[in-house]
T-cell receptor
Framework: SQTIHQWPATLVQPVGSPLSLECTVE??????LYWYRQAAGRGLQLLFY??????ISSEVPQNLSASRPQDRQFILSSKKLLLSDSGFYLC??????????FGSGTRLTVV | TQLLEQSPQFLSIQEGENLTVYCNSS?????LQWYRQEPGEGPVLLVT?????EVKKLKRLTFQFGDARKDSSLHITAAQPGDTGLYLC???????????FGRGTQLTVWP
């Protein structure tokens, strides 16, 4: 069966520090991968999506970047965090058209 | 611009009551998905509807896709405290796998 792992679950980082959130998928090949941010338990904002290794599309220009070094690995990064980067980050995968499977999320607090 | 509008934003009801949540758009979607999210967790897919006018039932939950594939509704019969959560609708646009999420309906069911 397919599973998705996202870590860490919570993270507190100082302003100006770097960030690396990792997401891995098991049990499927060539999935579409997504990074979302959710503010205050409300709607999801798509940050990046990837349809293959090294292929990254950015939805919203900001202080973050994403990479897909392997088929089932998706990484969200920042060189210097801002206070406004705080939020709940969700990774998800899909095979297109039949629903997303989300990870359990990372609660990031920038202080 | 919010592509999908959900209403109501908040709903607080007593156990045993019925409720309906709406998801509306001026855009046509190839499919419409509903998710439920609990605090600190990622959203979990409940259903995908793909055909205009389609109705799907999942125990006490009934999902309907509008004839024109622009809107959807979720009806819950005899709500239970375990139904409490954030209900999100998401429409798939012209890019396969690209979902547009509504802001969600926060449902609280009191015992």
């Amino acid at each position: 069966s397919q599973t998705i792992h996202q870590w860490p679950a919570t993270l507190v980082q100082p302003v100006g520090s770097p960030l690396s959130l990792e997401c891995t998928v098991e049990g499927t090949s060539n999935p579409n991968l997504y990074w979302y941010r959710q503010a205050a338990g409300r709607g999801l904002q798509l940050l990046f999506y990837s349809v293959g290794i090294g292929q990254i599309s950015s939805e919203v220009p900001q202080n973050l970047s994403a990479s897909r070094p392997q088929d089932r690995q998706f990484i969200l990064s920042s060189k210097k965090l801002l206070l406004s980067d705080s939020g709940f980050y969700l990774c998800a995968w899909s095979l297109g058209g039949w629903g997303y499977t989300f990870g359990s999320g990372t609660r990031l607090t920038v202080v | 611009t919010q592509l999908l509008e959900q209403s109501p934003q908040f709903l607080s009801i007593q156990e045993g009551e019925n409720l309906t949540v709406y998801c509306n758009s001026s855009s046509v979607f190839s499919s419409l998905q509903w998710y439920r999210q609990e605090p600190g967790e990622g959203p979990v897919l409940l259903v995908t509807v793909v055909t205009g006018g389609e109705v799907k039932k999942l125990k006490r939950l009934t999902f309907q896709f509008g004839d024109a594939r622009k809107d959807s509704s979720l009806h819950i019969t005899a709500a239970q405290p375990g139904d409490t959560g954030l209900y999100l609708c998401a429409g798939e646009g012209s890019t396969l796998g690209r979902l547009y999420f509504g802001r969600g309906t926060q449902l609280t069911v009191w015992p």
